[in-house]
């Protein structure tokens, strides 16, 4: 991969180039400030405005698979497996927000259990094609084509999440 501008900085996590900077990243969800920072960017148009909440989690779910972390650190795993498994419920079995946290809240009660899970080698699509939209007409529809394509990008593991919700879920997935 050719080195990107000074102005540029590549993500260690979902690799989009985004302009450099140097403020926080995620504790233990490996990705770069200017990553981050685009993340947060989604997140807190989706805190200001009501009519987003419904896409919320399926933001937080996606940039969360797409930064897994390292396979040394029992949080990264969690988080991955976790968040895929909802990203999965969220496509295929939509909830109102407050049933999808319960969800996910049933899920983590079984988390010890997640493996490592390697992550592609590149995303469809990133957060930095899908920030420019935050907060206007599109934004729904762009995370939801964001989620989508992440999803399938971790066609490797489909079968793994999917037997892993079958065994450890409470839900009736469909």
């Excluded at 080195?3 to 926080?24: F, H, K, V, Y």
């Excluded at 109102?96 to 049933?106: F, G, H, I, S, Y």
């Excluded at 599109?138 to 919700?165: L, M, N």
Aim: one cysteine or more; hydrophobic letters at 40%; a neutral charge.
């Amino acid at each position: 991969m050719p080195t990107p501008p000074q102005d540029m900085q590549r993500c260690i996590g979902c690799r989009s180039l985004l302009p450099a900077s140097t403020g926080p990243v995620h504790a233990y969800m490996a990705s770069s400030p200017g990553c981050y920072e685009a993340f947060n960017t989604l997140i807190a148009a989706e805190f200001s405005a009501p009519w987003l909440m419904q896409i919320h989690r399926l933001t937080v779910d996606t940039w969360a698979v797409q930064h897994p972390g390292s396979d040394n650190d029992r949080r990264a795993i969690q988080s991955v497996g976790l968040h895929l498994a909802r990203l999965y419920v969220q496509l295929t079995a939509p909830r109102p927000p407050r049933e999808t946290n319960a969800v996910m809240l049933d899920f983590a009660r079984h988390k010890k259990t997640l493996i490592p899970l390697t992550a592609p080698e590149r995303f469809s699509i990133t957060v930095d094609q899908v920030a420019p939209f935050a907060g206007g007409d599109q934004h729904i529809a762009k995370v939801t084509e964001w989620a989508e394509a992440t999803w399938q990008d971790w066609s490797a593991w489909h079968d793994y999440i999917r037997g892993w919700i079958r065994t450890h879920s409470v839900f009736d997935l469909g």
